[in-house]
DNA sequence: AGTTAGCACTTGAGCGAGCCGACTGCTAAT
DNA sequence: ATTAGCAGTCGGCTCGCTCAAGTGCTAACT
């Protein structure tokens, strides 16, 4: 492991190396093919001749840029090479065409349906960059109890309906003491609501220590929106919506060499949804090429994802991930827009963070 | 297309032959290697020679049952083959081990929620079969609404939560004439809810067509609510979970010649889905092999699918999918008995048949 | 009739040789 | 510092070969 970083650090690269190298790497991004000196010379105007461009390239290769597959091949860019370009690159907006149409065209926010948004947000990414695209639904990190309700199912079960601060829902069944028409339940309900509307599981935690509360039933519904809400905050509740594996898998890379079985283990664990666990500040669009990631089965891969929801409230991820020859440009656009889409949504479902 | 019906109408094959066959479809389901006459002999008991399983294996080839990839091989079962081995041994129970622990233990009752049960489920039967597995949630073919609540967001908006008859959840956002406290609108939700409760789309529509019911908000909530349930008939909205295609992929009939690529576009589009459309009656296996398959796509796969549910109430589909070389007798006990497990949870979760 | 032994024949898979084309690395000239 | 020219390297391809597996057929047997 070789490890030059592309920064300051680095013994600079003359300004027409560094030129070369994006070329290098845009190049083999669009074709996926060794790029050749001679190719280089024939496509761009560069003003020099192949020979030149061979001296420029041993350079780039001795740093570790690029790589060759063998000796009398072209080069190829390494994970640094891809990072140089990243940074040199990532923040120009290269928006597919037509997409901001397709996003307000798949999404809609009459739904009010965080997880139907995130599935189609992933749908609209995975076809916008040719590659596998992931979305989660939101969650708080700190979860709110809204309101709640409870519905009379039969004999003595009961359903307990949570809507939580960020307007997501969340169910489970209770067990009544005894048949109760629904006409006391919802009244439990209300008079549950007085007191819990807006707590946090801590708080909730402290009103039922306080034993303030009085009553088999509304101690149950307190006990079980407890349980809901502390699960909500230790567990992954977040929902994860895939799609567009079949473009990723239509990539060169994996017609001869790369596993598709690997790419498709990938999601079947949870793999992805751990690199999303280091969630970035929210705006902020992360890259993660190749070796950089922390998860073994990630390395032949790189990722390009985005925290999207409000400010200290619900979040969520989406991103996409394909081979490291990826259209960063293009992907880094892309996940950007649909972050900042996704986000306004996401804040229009809950009151603004002053409120709290 | 040479079309040998496995039933009496084709002329009889003698018993021994019959076994023959049984055998040779079972020793490649599990070699996925063709199966040779002298093997034949040798791993099993047949007290015939190979030439004869020769003369027998012509015989079986010319019928369609079983074909060679090259004339100096050995046979590999056609689809009419796969369906002989179905209709002969798919009554057989085979789950695999610990089969029923492993559901108990991964599907939890008290979650009340069918979209958990339903991943839970495709994972336990996607590591059961090594193959991709698919659950859907439930719907019922007519929607009936519960009971309806509505949850102030901020200014002049609210959520309105639909709970149905069969205890699934849906939500919307409703635009309010003006910012209306909780209180009221916790007071219409009530008032609604004596009104509605348990109608059916259509008694809802004839509700708001006499125009009984008063006030703004009030219409508000029943335009919106007859909005979802009739979206709730008329699009598919059973959330799909898949799970396993790196089980299926790990087949080695994906190691060379099958495309991944194909398999992977077959999960991103809606073919399974469509499939499933054709629901066989509920406790009965459906399996359709190959070829059998309406859907162009799914033609170089097996399908083994059930629908679960209540009787005439909310009904869900689960089953698994994978190269036709599958094992029908594992996959058949194992869909049918997680289909009859979900089928008893969704049918707690409902009012029993007779109360409608 | 049905079954079996024996044998010639077919065919895919694996291996190595050899050729071709693409590209580099190096040297020497500008 | 750049460039032309040229020898050298290497992967990919094709061809031909051999080998092993397994069949299809014929003739003998029960």
Redesign the pocket.
């Given at each position: 492991m070789s490890e030059p970083t592309a920064n300051p650090a680095t013994p600079a690269l003359n300004t027409?190396r560094q030129a070369l190298l994006e070329i290098i790497v845009s190049d083999y991004i669009e074709t996926a093919?060794?790029?050749?000196?001679?190719?280089?010379a024939r496509r761009y105007e560069?003003?020099?001749?192949?020979?030149?461009?061979?001296?420029?390239?041993?350079e780039l290769?001795e740093m570790g840029y690029i790589s060759?597959?063998?000796?009398?091949?072209?080069?190829v860019p390494s994970d640094p090479g891809y990072r140089f370009y990243v940074e040199r690159a990532g923040q120009r907006n290269r928006l597919p065409r037509h997409f901001q149409e397709r996003v307000r065209d798949a999404i809609d926010f009459d739904e009010a349906d965080p997880a139907a948004w995130a599935r189609s947000a992933a749908r609209v990414l995975a076809s916008a960059v040719h590659n596998l695209a992931i979305a989660t639904t939101v969650k708080r990190a700190i979860a709110r109890v809204k309101q709640v309700q409870i519905v009379h199912l039969h004999d003595r079960e009961a359903l307990l309906v949570v809507v939580m601060q960020d307007a997501q829902l969340r169910q489970r069944i209770i067990h009544l003491g005894s048949d109760t028409p629904q006409d006391e339940l919802t009244q439990v309900a209300n008079r549950l609501n007085q007191l819990i509307g807006g707590m946090s599981t801590a708080e909730l935690r402290t009103l039922w220590d306080s034993g303030a509360v009085g009553g088999h039933l509304v101690t149950t519904a307190l006990t079980e929106t407890i349980r809901i809400l502390s699960d909500e905050e230790r567990k992954e509740t977040r929902e994860r919506y895939l799609n567009g594996l079949g473009h990723m898998l239509s990539q060169p890379e994996f017609q001869?060499g790369k596993s598709a079985q690997d790419a498709a283990e990938v999601l079947d664990d949870d793999s992805i949804t751990r690199i999303f666990d280091e969630s970035p500040r929210p705006a902020e669009v992360r890259v993660v090429i190749g070796q950089e990631s922390h998860d073994e089965h990630l390395r032949p891969y790189s990722v390009v994802y985005a925290t999207y929801g409000a400010p200290d409230g619900a979040t969520g991820v989406i991103g996409t991930m394909g081979p490291t020859r990826m259209d960063y440009t293009r992907s880094m656009s892309s996940v950007r827009y649909l972050a900042a889409f996704l986000s306004e949504l996401v804040q229009a479902l809950e009151p603004s963070p002053q409120w709290q």
């Open positions: 027409r093919a060794p790029v050749s000196s001679q190719q280089l560069l003003r020099v001749s192949p020979a030149t461009i061979r001296n420029d390239m041993a290769e060759r597959p063998h000796t009398s091949a072209g080069g001869s």
